[in-house]
């Protein structure tokens, strides 16, 4: 059972990535704390298997929080979650040791995906040894990249999710599916269908519209009472 420190200092968010990840089989979370202080404190006491670590945390930046933990000796693996875009971000999570970079807000089936690939890295080097020759480490480094398969649907695409996702943010009051799909050049159909895909996975919610006679109209918007699990911040 790989062990979980949540570092998050939204509370609803926080409890959202903890229920996220006791739904992956094989992971168990151990704590959730909502600064970089008080993660350190807890790791060099107990060191998890592994950190979800959101970088903007209100006493320092996650990154930081990464090059003190490998100063106090503890080796646990991150995975940043965080809506941290900058490249040079990216650049330095990797020089401080981060196995995979999960952009705000996401999907259970993005995250699901991440540790799916970390769990399958852990299990190519468990144990004492050595590795056969170059190729063995090639194939476990690249287990960490895997992208075969896809954290959405069958028949949705990761552009267009993320278009669908930019249209709402812009929004904040919400879109119907025709406007969301006429504005990134889909049908209203397709665009539902991602629409209804945020819906399920807790990212937007069904907003009704009453206006004149009829049946209301349904906008979507992301979900402000759900943690910030959709696609990229």
Not at 176 to 184: E, K, L, N, Y
Not at 214 to 219: A, S, T, W
């Amino acid at each position: 059972m790989i062990s979980v420190l949540i570092v998050e200092d939204e509370e609803i968010t926080a409890e959202g990535n903890r229920l996220f990840v006791e739904r992956v089989p094989g992971f168990r979370v151990v704590g959730v704390t909502r600064s970089g202080g008080e993660a350190l404190r807890v790791l060099r006491k107990q060191p998890a298997d592994l950190v979800l670590l959101d970088f903007y945390l209100p006493d320092m930046h996650g990154l930081d929080v990464c090059r003190a933990m490998r100063a106090a000796g503890v080796l646990s693996d991150v995975i940043a979650v965080t809506s941290a875009r900058d490249l040079s971000v990216v650049r330095s999570a990797v020089s401080v040791g981060v196995v995979q970079y999960l952009l705000k807000p996401f999907t259970f089936a993005a995250l699901q995906e991440k540790l799916r690939l970390y769990a399958s890295f852990r299990s190519s080097v468990d144990g004492a040894g050595e590795v056969s020759g170059q190729g063995e480490v090639d194939r476990a480094l690249a287990l960490l990249r895997d992208t075969a398969k896809s954290p959405l649907p069958k028949g949705m695409t990761q552009a267009t999710m993320e278009a669908v996702v930019r249209e709402l943010r812009g929004s904040p009051e919400g879109m119907p599916a025709q406007a969301v799909g006429s504005a990134i050049g889909v049908s209203r159909v397709t665009a539902r269908r991602y629409l209804e895909h945020l819906v399920e996975t807790g990212t937007a919610a069904r907003v009704p519209q009453y206006g004149g006679v009829g049946r209301p109209e349904l906008l979507y918007r992301l979900a402000s009472a759900t943690p910030d699990h959709g696609l990229p911040d």
